[in-house]
């Protein structure tokens, strides 16, 4: 066992708070970490579920996700007539506020038709949506159960499935509702607005009017070919599941991933701060324990090797501890910390890296202790 | 004694520190031969020039003007890098310390083996030799003890195993007995004898502790910078 160690073991207690409150600071950062993480996996987890290769939207628009997109509701039909294409399936998507159990919801609402693309890629409990009216699957991070009743504006829907990890770039649940139903919430005016609209002799209200189309290739069918023959009809354009992919991550997510870049960032110089002062107190503690050893001849080498392998060992059982206390309760955030084993060993190898850079200053100090301090001149 | 050859010769040793009018010269002219198997006691106020001349022998403060020899080997000619004056502490000299100065961290077993250890010798062999100079100082059942659990006495010697741990040529000991009472200083002092007589080593005592100034084979004395027998 290694001077450094023995010393750790002498002050255990005192190590072990020092690792730590450490530990927090590093639990935080890989909760950000774990948090953009959560954010990407979550949008993509949108944008993947319906299965689709191409996404069809409103011409000069990039999907549901970035900006609104409006199209009429056979659009479905004609993109399913293309050569190419193997399934076709119309989708809505909308933000709702409603209240459950005396508790405010904000939910993602996918409307899809039943039997066709677009539907939750798995259910966890209960089934799928079977009629086309007044049924929902629900992601379970709303805390509804299956057999409850949910109401979404002038729609009353019944619980009969949910999903898992099924939510919105902004963290909100998603649940799932025929294409009528999501119609309905998204297009109809309401009561008044309509009887206004009525008494002034407007038409009555288009509803038939979806967000985007998906569709499924046929096997070795080019996207790219598809999309630019459907961006040859004027009104529509389209979409691959690779750049709807990108557009979500570039221009819905970018921002959150900058900020949690930046912070990211931030804490990482605070960690290296707050390391840099904890050995370079440490080894202010053991001035005449150094000045002895270099008195009675250790090299510097080995005054060097004290203080960089304790500040190795509290960073590493800081983040150890840090990555256990995030795991246990990345559960409990109001957002998704998805904690990948590739990102905490990046962070892992960071926090080496800080360590040693840290201790520069302590090491500094310890081979500027004249050993000359030890005879007490 | 006077057949065998010294050990250490300083000639004309001068130690200044700062420059022009904040110049403080606090050895000067220093002329000192130090034989095996003398015990010497160095004897000088506070201030006098005695812990830099310390210093100086000890090989941890370059001297501005002078020659050192030390056991054959011409120090501070300007060949000698800060590595090789701690090899040569590590090998030829022992040091012991007022207040112990034993690793709080260390057992007293680990205490004397860690110079060793520095040396080059293997963790076992280390070991063993340590557990050979706690038995020899009569500690050899604390050997397990820390340095905090052990009476002043009792660290005392373990220092002393510590710094006869490489077989030094020299020990130096920094006012070694001044924490101790009559009793254990007589023991302290008695362990040096000892220690000089049957290892050829010779003994330099820093002290103002007059209990033990007839413990000395010579005394000598520092003041304002310059030696007088």
């Known amino acids: 066992m290694t001077l450094a160690f023995r010393d750790i073991r002498h002050k255990l207690g005192r190590f072990m708070l020092t690792c730590l409150g450490l530990s927090l600071l590093l639990g935080v950062v890989l909760s950000m970490i774990g948090i ?5 996996d979550d949008a993509l987890s949108l944008a993947r579920a319906p299965g689709a290769d191409l996404w069809v939207v409103e011409s000069g628009t990039r999907g549901p996700f970035a900006e609104a997109s409006k199209m009429p509701g056979d659009t ?50 209960g089934r799928a949506i079977a009629i086309r009216h007044g049924e929902a699957v629900i992601d379970r991070r709303a805390g509804l159960t299956v057999g409850e009743r949910l109401r979404l504006g002038r729609e009353e829907v019944t619980i009969v499935g949910l999903t898992a990890n099924h939510v919105s770039t902004g963290g909100d649940p998603v649940v799932f509702l025929g294409l009528r139903d999501a119609q309905k919430i998204q297009f109809l005016p309401k009561p008044s607005a309509y009887r206004r609209d009525q008494a002034r002799g407007a038409p009555p209200p288009a509803t038939d009017t979806v967000n985007t189309v998906v569709a499924r290739l046929e096997p070795d069918t080019a996207p790219e070919e598809i999309a630019r023959q459907i961006g040859r009809w004027k009104h529509l354009g389209a979409i691959t599941q690779l750049r709807q992919e990108t557009i979500l991550v570039q221009s819905v997510v970018e921002k959150a991933r900058r900020q949690l870049g930046l912070f990211t960032a931030i804490l990482m110089v605070v960690s290296a701060v707050v390391i840099s002062l904890i050995i370079y107190t440490m080894t202010m503690d053991k001035t005449r324990e150094i000045a002895t050893l270099k008195l009675i001849g250790a090299p510097d080498r080995t005054i060097v090797g004290l203080i960089l392998q304790q500040a190795l060992a509290m960073g590493m059982i800081g983040f150890v501890m840090g990555w256990g206390l995030i795991s246990l309760v990345a559960d409990t955030f109001p957002r998704r910390v998805l904690l990948m084993t590739e990102d905490a060993a990046l962070l892992g190898v960071v926090v080496a890296l800080v360590c040693i850079v840290a201790s520069g200053l302590g090491v500094r100090l310890a081979l500027r202790i004249d050993p000359a301090t030890a005879l007490g001149g | ?87 040569l502490r590590l090998d030829k000299i022992g040091f012991i310390f007022q207040f112990h100065n034993l690793l709080p961290f260390l057992n007293s077993r680990d205490n004397v083996a860690v110079v ?95 209990k033990i100034f007839d413990r000395f084979d010579r005394i000598l004395r520092v003041r304002d910078g310059r030696l007088a027998s």
Request: aromatic share 2%.
């Open chain 1, 76 to 125: 479905r039909e004609m993109v399913a007539r293309i050569p190419g294409i193997a399934a076709a399936g119309s989708m809505t998507y909308q933000t709702v506020e409603t209240s459950h159990r005396g508790q405010g919801m904000r939910l993602q609402v996918v409307g899809f038709e039943p039997g066709r693309m677009g539907g939750p890629a798995a259910i966890v409990e």
């Open chain 2, 116 to 210: 060793l250890e520095l040396a080059g010798a293997g963790r076992e062999a280390a070991c063993r030799r340590a557990d050979e100079l706690l038995d020899y100082l009569e500690v050899g059942n604390r050997a397990r003890a820390l340095p905090a659990k052990l009476s002043g006495g009792e660290a005392q010697r373990v220092a002393i195993a510590r710094a006869l741990a490489n077989r030094p040529r020299l020990i130096l000991a920094d006012e070694p007995t001044a924490a101790l009472d009559s009793e254990r200083a007589a023991i302290v002092m008695d362990l040096m004898r000892k220690v000089a007589v049957e290892q050829s080593a010779t003994v330099l005592v820093v002290t103002h502790d007059e």
């Open chain 1, 36 to 40: 953009y993480r959560g954010i990407v």
């Open chain 2, 1 to 87: 004694m006077a057949a065998l050859p010294p050990l250490a010769e300083l000639t004309g040793i001068a130690k200044h520190f700062g420059e022009g009018g904040s110049r403080v010269d606090a050895l000067r002219g220093v002329d000192l031969t130090l034989h095996p198997g003398e015990v010497v006691g160095l004897l000088g106020p506070s201030g006098s020039g005695k812990s830099t001349l310390l210093n100086i022998i000890g090989c941890v403060v370059e001297p501005s003007s002078g020659r050192m020899v030390l056991d054959g080997a011409v120090v501070y000619d300007g060949k000698w890098s800060g590595g090789d004056l701690r090899r």
